[in-house]
């Protein structure tokens, strides 16, 4: 059974860090494009980050963009979402994707997904 399962959300102050992980089983996450959502209360989810089979490309949206870094720990079959500079707006449940052969920031790219982790940032 193929499952996604995200972890490291929590609480923290405007301008902390957060480290999400993704992680699989019932499939090998190095052969997946990847990507991370979030959604807030009220609102669409939203791609915040992504990165293709053979890590050949990464986006961000442009929220994001020079405080979150996608990488992969291929030694853990990982995929982590590194979030620094957190501001209050990006408070949100991170979802993970997986797709074998899409990716990109359209969350209807993507045919699996994990539960989701909260992330909170607020002073």
């Known amino acids: 059974q193929v499952q996604l399962v995200e972890s490291g959300g929590g609480s923290v102050r405007p301008g902390g860090s957060l480290r999400l992980s993704c992680a699989a089983s019932g499939f090998t996450l190095d052969d997946y494009a990847i990507g991370w959502f979030r959604q807030a209360p009220g609102k669409e989810r939203e791609g915040v980050a992504c990165i293709s089979r053979g890590d050949g490309d990464i986006y961000y949206a442009d929220s994001v963009k020079g405080r979150f870094t996608i990488f992969r720990d291929n030694a853990n079959d990982k995929v982590i979402l590194q979030m620094n500079g957190l501001k209050p707006e990006d408070t949100a449940v991170y979802y993970c994707?997986?797709?074998?052969?899409?990716?990109?920031?359209?969350?209807?790219?993507?045919?699996?997904w994990g539960q989701g982790t909260q992330v909170t940032v607020s002073s």
């Open positions: 994707a997986a797709d074998f052969y899409r990716y990109g920031l359209g969350y209807e790219l993507y045919d699996y």
